[in-house]
């Protein structure tokens, strides 16, 4: 069983920057491949940030150039580094885990945490 708790939402003005924390279970990202989604009112989930077996990132192209995902393996802990944030940025953003079968990424998302809100105004 993975427990992920999210944290470093918040409000913040158009330009802004936030860090966000996934607080994983011990040893998680030794056998999880690991993502951010983000879910605006009214909107499907959909990916920001996710991470393949092989160390790959995949960003949205909505984001690329100004949010960084990294993984703390010591801290157990996967971060989300917006930088200059939008309104269209505003929703409840998620981290989540994949098994990883000898590197292949490609199942389900079977975990997630309970979301942290980001709310960017102009």
């Known amino acids: 069983q993975v427990h992920l708790v999210e944290s470093g939402g918040g409000s913040v003005q158009s330009g802004g920057s936030l860090r966000l924390s996934c607080a994983a279970s011990?040893?998680?990202?030794?056998?999880?491949?690991m993502g951010w989604f983000r879910q605006a009112p009214g909107k499907e989930r959909e990916g920001v940030a996710t991470?393949?077996?092989?160390?790959?990132?995949n960003y949205a192209d909505s984001v690329k150039g100004r949010f960084t995902v990294s993984l703390d393996y010591v801290k157990d802990t996967l971060y989300l580094q917006m930088n200059s944030l939008k309104p269209e940025d505003t929703a409840m953003y998620y981290c989540a885990a994949r098994l990883s079968r000898g590197g292949d990424c490609s199942g389900s998302w079977q975990y997630w945490g309970q979301g942290t809100q980001v709310t960017v105004s102009s």
């Open positions: 011990r040893y998680t990202f030794s056998s999880y491949c």
């Open positions: 991470i393949e077996g092989d160390g790959t990132i």
